[in-house]
T-cell receptor, first 112, second 115 residues
Framework: QKEVEQDPGPLSVPEGAIVSLNCTYSNSAFQYFMWYRQYSRKGPELLMYTYSSGNKEDGRFTAQVDKSSKYISLFIRDSQPSDSATYLCAMGSSGGYQKVTFGTGTKLQVIP | SAVISQKPSRDICQRGTSLTIQCQVDSQVTMMFWYRQQPGQSLTLIATANQGSEATYESGFVIDKFPISRPNLTFSTLTVSNMSPEDSSIYLC????????????FGPGTRLLVL
C-alpha cells in the first residue's frame, strides 16, 4: 500500500463548478499537509499548507484535513479555466524539514 | 518566496552519455533538493544537498549515478550519468522555505529524454 493515495483523474468540470480533490494516507506520523499546483511544463507551486485537522480557507481554495480518517481534501469554488492544472497533495511527519511524501497528482481541466 | 531557475529546460541525450543540470536560486538557502518526476508517478526525492557537506541520497539512488555538487548557498548541480532510456524524466530542484520549513519552492524542471 502506498503511503499516499491520490486519484490521478483526469477530472473535467465546467467553469464555475466546485471541485473536490482528495488524498488518503496511511502513515499516522504525518502531521502537516500541503497542496501544490503544477501547470504543464512548470514546477509545482505551493497552494495551501496546514498543520491541523479542520478547514483552512484562502480565497477560492479550502483545504480540509481529517486526521482521524487520514483523509485530506482541497476544494476549489467557482472554478476557472486558469485552475486547469495538476494538483499534488503532500505531507510530512514533523516540524522543521523532514522528508515530504507526494501524491501522484490529479489532473484537473476546467472547461469554459 | 524564492525564485529558482534551472538549465537546461529540456534536452535529448544519447544512451551512455551524461547530463549536468544546474539549479540557481535568487537567495541563500541551506537545503536544496533534487527530485525526479515520471509520468503518472509522484515526485521522488533523489537527494538532499546541503552546502559544505556531502549530499544525502534516498534509497534507490546512488552517488555514482547522480553526483551532486553544492558549491555555495545559491547553486547546485545534478549530473545524470551513463544515461539509459529509463532515466527519461523531469528533474526538479527545490529549496526549503524560510518561513515554513516543511514547505518547498520548486524550479521549473528539466525535461530529459534519453534515446
Amino acid at each position: 500500500q502506498k503511503e499516499v493515495e491520490q486519484d490521478p483523474g483526469p477530472l473535467s468540470v465546467p467553469e464555475g463548478a466546485i471541485v473536490s480533490l482528495n488524498c488518503t494516507y496511511s502513515n499516522s506520523a504525518f502531521q502537516y499537509f500541503m497542496w501544490y499546483r503544477q501547470y504543464s511544463r512548470k514546477g509545482p507551486e505551493l497552494l495551501m499548507y496546514t498543520y491541523s485537522s479542520g478547514n483552512k480557507e484562502d480565497g477560492r481554495f479550502t483545504a480540509q484535513v481529517d486526521k482521524s480518517s487520514k483523509y485530506i481534501s482541497l476544494f476549489i469554488r467557482d472554478s476557472q479555466p486558469s485552475d486547469s492544472a495538476t494538483y499534488l497533495c503532500a505531507m510530512g511527519s514533523s516540524g522543521g524539514y523532514q522528508k515530504v511524501t507526494f501524491g501522484t497528482g490529479t489532473k484537473l481541466q476546467v472547461i469554459p | 518566496s524564492a525564485v529558482i531557475s534551472q538549465k537546461p529546460s529540456r534536452d535529448i541525450c544519447q544512451r551512455g552519455t551524461s547530463l549536468t543540470i544546474q539549479c540557481q536560486v535568487d537567495s541563500q538557502v541551506t537545503m536544496m533538493f533534487w527530485y525526479r518526476q515520471q509520468p503518472g508517478q509522484s515526485l521522488t526525492l533523489i537527494a538532499t544537498a546541503n552546502q559544505g557537506s556531502e549530499a544525502t541520497y534516498e534509497s534507490g539512488f546512488v552517488i555514482d549515478k547522480f553526483p551532486i555538487s553544492r558549491p555555495n548557498l545559491t547553486f547546485s548541480t545534478l549530473t545524470v550519468s551513463n544515461m539509459s532510456p529509463e532515466d527519461s524524466s523531469i528533474y526538479l530542484c527545490s529549496v526549503q522555505s524560510r518561513d515554513q520549513q516543511e514547505t518547498q519552492y520548486f524550479g521549473p524542471g528539466t525535461r530529459l529524454l534519453v534515446l
